[in-house]
């Protein structure tokens, strides 16, 4: 553990727990500079444009899969054409074909923490080790493991810093951003998606249902342990 990123990491959050994103981003990129890189999940470009604002040409990384829905990938695509980051693109170490012949066909239906663990966890902790501090999009509404959720944290696992700028936001408040603002949206938000993952473990969800009640349906599972 390192005690000097931990006890940064309280002071923070004590200081900073009712800033605003962009004040919580502009600290992060002041105090980390190029060891600072964001996550997106590409279900839409907030969280990259507010970061592009604050910090133009800053590294924001995505966890390609080789699962993801084509809208996902033309999402990714486009907020990187349009927006000043540098895209970092991880892969596991794996092709999807070479982790059937090892670990059988279907990992995701099978043994879908197995399947994370390799395909998401191992990339993302792979890049980060080049990383002080992350900044991810959790938001507290978003599932009761994420209700807890500050603003900067220790994360412990990996010796870093984490900033979740926008645990707060609603999910009004983040379509506000996004109306105001011109931000690109996956376009499976528009077809019943409004929580996207993995193509073969994301279904479409009912009006007024759980937004996240279409990730890993049926698997009793809510996390894909990114953030556990």
Not at 108 to 120: G, H, I, N, Q
Not at 152 to 177: C, F, H, S
């Amino acid at each position: 553990m390192s005690t000097d990123l931990k006890t940064l990491a309280e002071e923070a959050n004590e200081r900073l727990a009712d800033a605003s994103a962009q004040e919580v981003l502009a600290w992060a990129h002041e105090t980390f500079g190029p060891e600072l890189v964001v996550t997106a999940s590409m279900a839409d470009g907030a969280l990259p444009h507010l970061a592009a604002e604050v910090a133009p040409g800053i590294d924001v990384l995505f966890l390609d899969t080789g699962y993801h829905f084509v809208e996902t990938i033309g999402t990714r695509d486009a907020v990187a054409a349009t927006l000043p980051i540098n895209l970092i693109n991880a892969t596991p170490k794996q092709t999807v074909e070479e982790q059937d012949a090892e670990y059988g066909k279907d990992l995701f239906a099978t043994a879908p923490d197995k399947c994370c663990a390799l395909r998401k966890v191992e990339p993302l902790n792979r890049v980060l080790s080049g990383y002080k501090a992350w900044v991810t999009g959790v938001r507290r509404e978003e599932a009761p493991t994420r209700a807890n959720t500050q603003v900067v944290e220790y994360d412990e696992k990996r010796d870093m810093v984490k900033l979740n700028p926008i645990a707060p936001w609603t999910q009004e408040d983040l379509d506000g951003y996004i109306t105001d603002n011109g931000v690109l949206v996956n376009l499976l938000q528009y077809d019943g998606y409004p929580s996207i993952g993995c193509q073969p473990c994301t279904k479409q969800v009912a009006p007024g249902e759980d937004p996240r009640s279409g990730r890993w349906a049926g698997q009793g599972k809510i996390e894909c342990g990114l953030h556990t």
